[in-house]
């Protein structure tokens, strides 16, 4: 069992860094989640000139001046995947893996993604397309599955469900070098879609052709918001917030990218700290 | 006569220079106003640790490091007194004593000062008690006037009224090293508050009692921002802005402490470059 805290930050990047620095600085405790780049727009940005008194500095410097700032303040990044925040009674529970961490309040800085969809992938959602292995495994027990995992760090959840389901094509899109178990296969092949009637049928692959499945799970570095945090409000594809960086579920606010354009250094940074601010508030009122 | 500008900004602290370097990152040609030190209130911060990239800085020196960054930009402050912004058209005239400069859009990044109003005041606003020497200096011509100067950047305004006026009581809230005009009598003494009728008809002082005046000047360092820019809604005696830092005057934009709470820096300098970019996307379509 994970410890609880008060405030969890689910991304580190700028807002999340912000965020997380912040709440240090009102002496809460706090959960900063967040992939190992923690940005990688800024670690691949060439310069960036437009945050005030850090001029003229390489994405990448300043992307590690930020992560040094927190590391300061004790403030560490935990690489964890989260499959559902939902609220019960005045606190938030993340679901991660088959373990929850419990939360008072919860600050949004995923950031933004390329929303593609593969053909058919909307369709079926919910009908044989999932994201989240540790809600829909126990559907499949005995069943077989197509998994297809964006990172290494998703290597776990497959596992968890090769242990429940009878066969899994497992597609990874990355250089696997672990073993799995038997009944899995590692196929190196370029998903092109999905197929099926009221449900699922099979899965589209380039060389490979259909191939008859009772349901796939797409393991992706983010979930679409609106599934991590049930309710979510969105704003043309952003997470709706106000001045305050307050979402329409209380107590969960947003930050940086995914709450909006532009997407800037500086607008996320603020953001950050004025969603911790917000948090902090809100938690000393419940 | 003044260049005109694309983008003016008024105030230069962190949320200022902010909009300033960002105003510059996009090419856009901008005056920034703004008081000699910028931002006194960093000026006497002892120590700022949550602005992400810069830990445990003393205020001092980030104020340093903010107007230096800009001053690497190409960026200047210019220290003008503004009287009022008023739209004309498509473009705002900037009144500036008796001169006036064009901008196509405004970005007011003023911060907060004390509210504190003298017993009095707010009774004769507009009924004998005024904030702006170059409106109202013709309704007392040949009259006798009280001015309170909060610092020394207001003389030429009292100088300016000196001419207009038969007799001047001036009352600076600072050490005077200038010589005035003959008509001008510098009395060193604490107002504590305006009395009348219908009109203002007497200050109040600490040691020489009431003294008949047909009206008087309070020059601060800081208009009422509602008086600065005719129409502009606040809320809670900040400016109301939405998440694109526009206020309700089509045009203008506000970011920083004048915007709302929290006082900090990050959320200043986030908000400052959402307001820039927002003023140069506006001034692109108009």
Redesign the interface.
């Known amino acids: 069992m994970m410890e609880n805290v008060d405030i969890a930050i689910i991304g580190c990047g ?1 807002a999340g ?2 965020a997380a ?2 709440v240090k ?1 009102r002496n809460r405790s706090l959960l900063l989640i967040g992939p190992q780049l923690c940005s990688s727009s800024l670690h691949k940005a060439h310069r960036i ?8 500095m390489p994405g990448e410097d ?1 992307r590690k ?2 992560l ?3 590391k ?2 004790g403030v560490e990044v935990t690489q964890l995947s989260v499959a559902g925040i939902y609220p019960v009674g005045d606190v938030f529970q993340l679901q991660i893996q088959d373990d929850f961490i419990e939360a008072k309040a919860v600050v949004l800085t995923t950031g933004v993604v390329s929303t593609h969809h593969l053909p058919g992938e909307e369709a079926f959602t919910g009908k044989g397309v999932s994201y989240c292995a540790t809600c829909d495994a126990l559907f499949y027990r005995g069943k077989t599955i197509a998994v297809i995992a964006e990172a290494e760090e998703h290597e776990d959840e497959a596992i968890f469900l090769a242990e429940v389901v009878e066969k899994m094509f497992f597609l990874p899109k990355y250089e696997v070098s672990r073993k799995f178990p038997d009944n899995v296969e590692v196929i190196s092949d370029r998903v092109k879609g999905f197929r099926g009637g009221e449900r699922l049928e099979t899965i589209s692959l380039a060389e490979r052709g259909e191939l008859p499945v009772d349901g796939v799970f797409i393991l992706k570095a983010q979930m679409p918001m609106s599934q991590l945090v049930p309710g979510l409000e969105l704003e043309n594809k952003h997470v709706r ?3 305050e960086m307050a979402t329409n579920v209380t107590g969960v606010y947003a930050a940086g990218d995914v709450a ?1 354009r ?1 997407y ?1 250094v ?9 969603a911790a ?1 917000s948090a902090v508030t809100y938690i000393d009122k419940v």
Chains 1, 2 share one sequence.
């Not at 000139?49 to 003229?56: R, S």
């Not at 500086?266 to 004025?274: D, F, L, M, N, T």
């Open positions: 700028p860094l912000s620095i912040n600085a000139n437009n945050y005030l008194g850090i001029p003229e300043l001046a930020f040094n700032h927190a300061d303040m917030v106000n001045l909006g532009p800037q500086a607008k996320a940074v603020g953001q950050g700290q004025q601010l």
